[in-house]
């Protein structure tokens, strides 16, 4: 019978073998080896962690230095808004106030010729001169137009230049 002889270390191996571990260094140079590693992994991720930090911050302050920049600017804007809608509401009320000169001088131009048509008839009976009369009505008319579009010195002169054919009607109507 044959005794076998067995040893922590495997087969072939040396003596000096057996006190090393699973990777075949020794337990202790293999620890400082793996520390070693992991703290320069360590130490690199914290550096890209730092720069990454850096980064951001940087960003940010850009990002606050944009953001109070952009909101001087939105605070003027809002100003110039302000006025503007000022100004536009002004420009309304005159435009309501110039509808309703408008539309009151076109309602008395309407009854004026309303009142023109009927009394046609019965001043070409009375041997009017139509043509006095139109000339004189036309000078009236150009100065209630005129007065309505705001153009006061000019509906004036208009009918200052008809007075004279219209004087000229006066006693024949």
């Not at 922590?8 to 260094?25: E, I, K, N, V, Y």
């Not at 293999?30 to 590693?37: F, G, K, Q, S």
């Not at 850096?54 to 230095?65: G, P």
């Not at 002004?90 to 309407?110: E, H, I, K, Y």
């Amino acid at each position: 019978m044959t005794t076998a002889v067995t040893s922590p270390a495997g087969r072939g191996a040396r003596a000096s073998d057996a006190g090393r571990g699973l990777l075949g260094f020794r337990s202790r140079r293999w620890r400082r080896a793996a520390t070693a590693v992991a703290a320069a992994v360590a130490l690199g991720t914290g550096c890209l962690l730092a720069a990454t930090d850096l980064q951001a911050r940087s960003a940010i302050r850009t990002t606050d230095v944009s953001l109070a920049s952009a909101d001087r600017q939105l605070s003027g804007l809002r100003t110039e808004l302000a006025r503007a809608e000022q100004r536009l509401a002004g420009a309304r009320a005159r435009r309501a106030d110039v509808t309703r000169s408008f539309d009151a001088a076109q309602s008395t131009l309407s009854t004026t010729q309303k009142t023109l048509a009927g009394d046609e008839a019965g001043i070409h009976s009375q041997g009017v001169d139509l043509g006095v009369l139109d000339s004189c009505l036309s000078g009236v008319e150009q100065a209630l137009n005129q007065i309505a579009v705001g153009q006061t010195a000019g509906g004036l002169a208009s009918l200052r230049a008809s007075s004279s054919s219209c004087s000229a009607l006066n006693g024949t109507v």
